[in-house]
Each structure stands twice: as structure tokens, then as C-alpha cells.
């Protein structure tokens, strides 16, 4: 059966009606700090959209843009603070990190309770882009269960996280990387009930595959080029749905922080 899905906009609106709601009803105003420790565009403008999320749901957002220069040392301490302050209830280190900083000495710092992205391995929640998906996928009564996945990249951020995910709603899931020959990256894409590509390559995913007619394509891609920004996956895909490239994964992304940061402070 082929789903009427409801627009990523529409959906984004709805549910943030339903967080504001709830935030209001708290005696204390929830705080989310965001620490940026680089001058990446694709960062300023997620930061940009996360600040506008917090003022329209109730929630006070603060930003610590930190010089490309910050130490590990000088950022681990920076947390510290924010780990051990009552005031803040949630807060978020952006990545990427300059080189001088160990991805993962900052993801296990963080105080899992504290940890809105999901980052932490002690952290109980679900990373945002994966948690966002899902719950979309969900919404529009999405069947996961005995059904074929396929993950097009194996980033910390998506890919991984994102297999853990469907693997615990009982999908059968596949990671396709750089090591996939031609052939069976073939054959499992055009076997897929639902394909997430997240490579970084411009109109990667395109009709040479012969999709199920009823799959399901979310495309969390975001490639700059003179100004504006392509997906992975090209448009008109022969499938039941594809996410658009912008105004898609990243809205989803920045609502699921915000479930999460109501799921840190219930």
C-alpha cells in the first residue's frame, strides 16, 4: 500500500504546536545551550534554525560560538560547567570540531543527562536525525517491521545510529559503503522498502536503480553548489516518496532535539 505522506513542513508545524503546549505548562522555562566550535556555513544556518525552534516552542536557547582555536582542554572545561549547572538543562557541542578535538573525548564528556543529541554511548536517547526520521516514518503509519532497509553511509552521526535504530523496530537492515561492489549495491537498493542516503554526493541516488515501486527514499544529503543546496538523491525518483532537499531531514532533525530535551527534563 502506497502512503499519503504529510508534508515535512506541515508536520514540523504540528508537532511544534503540541511541544509548546507542553513547555508552557512547566514552572521553569527550559535552557538549551549550543556550543559551535567552527566557522562551517551548513553549521551557522542549522544553529540559525535550532535558536528560531527554541523562541517558538518556549525555550531559552544560548549560543557559545567558540574561536577555531579553543583547546580540547579549554572546551572540555567549558562543558564541565554546563554539565554541572542546574540552569541548563540540556545543551549541545556542534559538530564538526577542529582537529585539535577528539570527536569522541567530547561525546562521552557530555553528561548523558544533559546530552539533547543523543551522542553520548551512555545516553538512553536516540540521535536527532534517525530519532527525526523515525518519527516521521511513524506518523504516516510507516510499517518497519520484516520490511528491507538500506543505509547509503556510515557515519557517526546518521548511518550507524540510524541501522541501530531500524534494527530495533525489526527491519532487516543493510550499510552500504565504499567497499559495496556495483553489483550488490544494486540489488539491495532495488530490493529496498526503505533507502536513507546520507553520503554527501550530489544526485548519487538517481534512476538508474529500479526501485520498488513503493519505496520509501529519505535523502539527508546536504551538498552546496553556487549558492544552493542538492541532495544526494536526484529529483523524480520512480518510488512512493522522497524527502526534499531543503526543507526536509534537517527540519526533522531540529524537532526530534526538541523531543528529546522534553524527554530529558519529563
Avoid: W
Avoid at 544526485?203 to 552546496?224: A, E, P, S
Amino acid at each position: 500500500m502506497i502512503l499519503i505522506m504529510i508534508p515535512i513542513k506541515e508536520y514540523v508545524e504540528r508537532k511544534k504546536v503540541i511541544l509548546k503546549d507542553y513547555f508552557s505548562t512547566l514552572k521553569k522555562k527550559p535552557v538549551l545551550v549550543i556550543v559551535q566550535v567552527n566557522d562551517d556555513e551548513a553549521s551557522n544556518a542549522y544553529i540559525r534554525g535550532k535558536v528560531k525552534d527554541c523562541a517558538e516552542v518556549g525555550v531559552t536557547s544560548r549560543l557559545y560560538h567558540l574561536p577555531m582555536t579553543t583547546s580540547q582542554d579549554e572546551l572540555l572545561s567549558l562543558m564541565d560547567k554546563f554539565n554541572k549547572d542546574n540552569e541548563v538543562d540540556a545543551y549541545i557541542v556542534q559538530l564538526p570540531l577542529p582537529d585539535q578535538i577528539d570527536e569522541k573525548v567530547v561525546k562521552n564528556f557530555i553528561n548523558p543527562r544533559k546530552d539533547v543529541d543523543g551522542f553520548s554511548p551512555l545516553s538512553e536517547l536516540t540521535p536527532a536525525t534517525p530519532k527525526g526520521i523515525i518519527e516521521y516514518l511513524k506518523d504516516n503509519n510507516f510499517v518497519f517491521q520484516g520490511k528491507n532497509a538500506v543505509i547509503l553511509g556510515r557515519s557517526n552521526i546518521v548511518g550507524k545510529p540510524m541501522q541501530k535504530a531500524l534494527l530495533d523496530l525489526n527491519m532487516n537492515v543493510l550499510n552500504l559503503h565504499s567497499k559495496t561492489t556495483d553489483e550488490d549495491r544494486k540489488f539491495y537498493i532495488e530490493h529496498a522498502d526503505l533507502v536513507v542516503v546520507a553520503i554527501g554526493k550530489k544526485y548519487y541516488l538517481d534512476n538508474r536503480f529500479n526501485f520498488k515501486k513503493d519505496c520509501y527514499v529519505i535523502d539527508v544529503g546536504i551538498n552546496r553548489e553556487d549558492g544552493h543546496l542538492y541532495g544526494d538523491c536526484a529529483p523524480d525518483l520512480k518510488v512512493a516518496y522522497q524527502s526534499p532537499v531543503p526543507g526536509g531531514v534537517g527540519l526533522l532533525t531540529r524537532l526530534a532535539l526538541l523531543i528529546n530535551l522534553k524527554e530529558l527534563i519529563k
